[in-house]
């Protein structure tokens, strides 16, 4: 813009950024979805993971405390039966058994647990006590109770291993069904969010779908429905303010357009009907004039011939010479009925385009008014003529301009009194020829200054001088199909001026 101000722009929202919005929301939704599912089931596997690792952990631990407690039993059985007791239970053994029990202890994950392992921790207290009794008196206690409650004591332990054994595979079987179902369960929310998603999306696709091609169908209707020409044309609502809302914006004002042009159009045709009812009507009134002005010479050019004839001998020398000169008004009176006749002959065949020629103007204007210049001379009124030397060639209808100088010459020469001057300049201005063609004669009356250029208008000027009225309108006929125009000044008794310009540069030469 000239004022430096950036041009708003009319698309508030265009339709890629609303194709963006649209691809945009699923995708976020896909992606927070993937991450969700992703993440639950992370944290799903390392629950289970851990329960697993910990629940495995004490069964083996408990299996390794059971398989040391069942390694001194059979020892201890293994001499029993040999009948000698070197040392029942070791305290590598012992520490080993004491290990086994810490790692369940330190590993309860499962209710009930922590009970089995204070009841094992507490039988194994005794265990202990009754293994150093045991080991402190050697054979002396064979057959003594003491291995008795040291045997019992072992399977109490075992029972109570084998119990958090089963507690712990129990946890176990849970867990994994447990994770089992969370797996299904998660798959199966995650099939509804992708198959919500997808849904969205369709529902999304279908609804941008149904938001572009709603309008655009509309002014496709809209636009289908107008007639060119008919002048009446629709206004279609922009219902939104994308480019689909620009283009029917674009489409209203040229359709308010085309109706401003139609109404203008109509009001030309209207005008020039008028003109052409005008025009038949003074055509009209024309012919009745002519008819009128033929008829009125042509009975006196017969009376004063027939006074001639018959009673030629009988009439003195001045009443002859004043018939013969009445007739001889007479008959020039009829030449100029005849030539206008001519002229309208001459207006009717305008219309047809003729090829221009590209010539130098001072020859024709110099040979075409050369008839006039001798008639000016015979009237006593002299014709002057300024052309500049160095005036280029100009481009005209060698045919038709020419009737253009010799009328605008010819009427002045017959409005100027004897002792009166014409004067002829052509000059050129910028891209344009211009003619000036002034004389002191009697001048125009400026009521008839607007019409002066009319078809078939009749004014007293004209009919006194025997004319009806068409040279001026060829006149202009020919300069405006020049592509030129032409105006006239003028006041009564002062002359008149006539100035048409036609462009310097025009099409069709040869």
Same mark, same amino acid.
């Given at each position: 813009? /000239?004022?430096?101000?950036?041009?708003?722009?009319?698309?508030?929202?265009?339709?890629?950024?609303?194709?963006?919005?649209?691809?945009?929301?699923?995708?976020? !939704?896909?992606?927070?979805?993937?991450?969700?599912?992703?993440?639950?089931?992370?944290?799903?596997?390392?629950?289970?993971?851990?329960?697993?690792? %910990?629940?495995?952990?004490?069964? &083996?631990?408990?299996?390794?405390?059971?398989?040391?407690?069942?390694?001194?039993?059979?020892?201890?059985? +293994? %001499?029993?039966?040999?009948?000698?007791?070197?040392?029942?239970?070791?305290?590598?053994?012992?520490?080993?058994?004491?290990?086994?029990?810490?790692?369940?202890?330190?590993?309860?994950?499962?209710?009930?647990?922590?009970?089995?392992? /204070?009841?094992?921790?507490?039988?194994? !207290?005794?265990?202990?006590?009754?293994?150093?009794?045991?080991?402190?008196?050697? $054979?002396?206690?064979?057959?003594?109770?003491?291995?008795?409650?040291?045997?019992?004591?072992?399977?109490?332990?075992?029972?109570?291993?084998?119990?958090?054994?089963?507690?712990?595979?129990?946890?176990? =079987?849970?867990?994994?069904?447990?994770?089992?179902?969370?797996?299904?369960?998660?798959?199966? /929310?995650?099939?509804?969010?992708?198959?919500? @998603? @997808?849904? !969205?999306?369709?529902?999304?696709?279908?609804?941008?779908?149904?938001?572009?091609?709603?309008?655009?169908?509309?002014?496709?209707?809209?636009?289908?429905?107008?007639?060119?020409?008919?002048?009446?044309?629709?206004?279609?609502? !922009? =219902?939104?303010?994308?480019?689909?809302?620009?283009?029917?914006?674009?489409?209203?004002?040229?359709?308010?357009?085309?109706?401003?042009?139609?109404?203008?159009?109509?009001?030309?045709?209207?005008?020039?009907?008028?003109?052409?009812? %005008?025009?038949? +009507?003074?055509?009209?009134?024309?012919?009745?004039?002519?008819?009128?002005?033929?008829?009125?010479?042509?009975?006196?050019?017969?009376?004063?011939?027939?006074?001639?004839?018959?009673?030629?001998?009988?009439?003195?020398? $001045?009443?002859?010479?004043?018939?013969?000169?009445?007739?001889?008004?007479?008959?020039?009176?009829?030449?100029?009925?005849?030539?206008?006749?001519?002229?309208?002959?001459?207006?009717?065949?305008?219309?047809?385009?003729?090829?221009? #020629?590209?010539?130098?103007?001072?020859?024709?204007?110099?040979?075409?008014?050369?008839?006039?210049?001798?008639?000016? #001379?015979?009237?006593?009124?002299?014709?002057?003529?300024? @052309?500049?030397?160095?005036?280029?060639?100009?481009?005209?209808?060698?045919?038709?301009?020419?009737?253009?100088?010799?009328?605008?010459?010819?009427?002045?020469?017959?409005?100027?009194?004897?002792?009166?001057?014409?004067?002829?300049?052509?000059?050129?201005?910028?891209?344009?020829?211009?003619?000036?063609?002034?004389?002191?004669?009697?001048?125009?009356?400026?009521?008839?200054?607007?019409?002066?250029?009319? &078809?078939?208008?009749?004014?007293?000027?004209?009919?006194?001088?025997?004319?009806?009225?068409?040279?001026?309108?060829?006149?202009?006929?020919?300069? +405006?199909?020049?592509?030129?125009?032409?105006?006239?000044?003028?006041?009564?008794?002062?002359?008149?001026?006539?100035?048409?310009?036609?462009?310097?540069? %025009?099409?069709?030469?040869?």
């Amino acid at each position: 813009m /000239n004022d430096g101000k950036k041009q708003e722009n009319p698309i508030r929202h265009p339709i890629r950024f609303k194709i963006f919005l649209v691809s945009l929301a699923p995708t976020l !939704a896909l992606f927070a979805a993937a991450l969700l599912n992703n993440q639950y089931l992370n944290d799903l596997g390392d629950s289970a993971e851990k329960i697993l690792s %910990q629940n495995y952990k004490s069964i &083996r631990a408990a299996q390794e405390g059971r398989k040391t407690i069942e390694g001194i039993r059979n020892l201890l059985f +293994e %001499q029993l039966s040999g009948k000698r007791i070197d040392r029942v239970v070791s305290q590598e053994m012992l520490t080993k058994l004491a290990a086994s029990l810490t790692i369940c202890r330190d590993n309860i994950t499962e209710i009930g647990e922590k009970e089995l392992i /204070n009841h094992l921790l507490e039988r194994f !207290a005794c265990y202990r006590l009754l293994s150093n009794s045991l080991n402190e008196a050697g $054979d002396e206690t064979w057959g003594n109770d003491r291995y008795t409650d040291f045997l019992a004591r072992s399977s109490e332990m075992i029972s109570l291993i084998d119990d958090l054994v089963v507690l712990n595979e129990s946890a176990m =079987e849970r867990a994994e069904q447990q994770t089992r179902m969370l797996a299904q369960q998660a798959q199966r /929310n995650a099939i509804a969010l992708f198959g919500v @998603i @997808i849904t !969205a999306i369709l529902a999304l696709s279908y609804f941008l779908s149904y938001r572009i091609a709603r309008p655009v169908m509309t002014l496709a209707r809209h636009l289908s429905a107008t007639q060119e020409g008919s002048g009446v044309y629709p206004t279609v609502y !922009a =219902e939104t303010d994308d480019e689909i809302g620009f283009l029917t914006n674009a489409f209203n004002h040229l359709f308010s357009r085309l109706q401003e042009y139609d109404r203008h159009r109509d009001d030309i045709l209207s005008a020039e009907k008028e003109k052409v009812r %005008q025009a038949e +009507e003074a055509k009209g009134r024309f012919i009745a004039d002519i008819s009128h002005q033929l008829k009125t010479p042509m009975t006196s050019l017969g009376m004063s011939i027939g006074m001639l004839h018959s009673r030629g001998n009988r009439l003195d020398s $001045d009443k002859k010479k004043k018939l013969v000169a009445t007739a001889h008004d007479d008959c020039n009176r009829l030449a100029a009925l005849i030539n206008e006749l001519v002229d309208l002959s001459r207006l009717e065949a305008m219309s047809k385009p003729r090829i221009k #020629e590209t010539l130098d103007i001072a020859e024709v204007v110099l040979e075409c008014l050369a008839p006039l210049t001798k008639q000016a #001379e015979n009237t006593g009124v002299s014709i002057h003529i300024d @052309i500049p030397a160095d005036l280029p060639r100009v481009t005209i209808d060698s045919f038709r301009f020419p009737w253009v100088l010799t009328n605008l010459v010819g009427n002045a020469l017959r409005y100027t009194n004897h002792g009166g001057s014409i004067s002829l300049k052509i000059e050129k201005q910028g891209s344009r020829f211009y003619f000036h063609c002034t004389d002191t004669g009697s001048g125009i009356n400026p009521e008839y200054l607007p019409h002066i250029f009319d &078809r078939f208008t009749q004014f007293s000027e004209r009919g006194k001088s025997g004319t009806i009225g068409l040279g001026l309108a060829i006149v202009k006929d020919i300069i +405006e199909q020049h592509g030129g125009d032409i105006q006239v000044q003028s006041k009564p008794g002062e002359g008149a001026s006539f100035t048409f310009w036609i462009p310097a540069a %025009q099409g069709d030469r040869v």
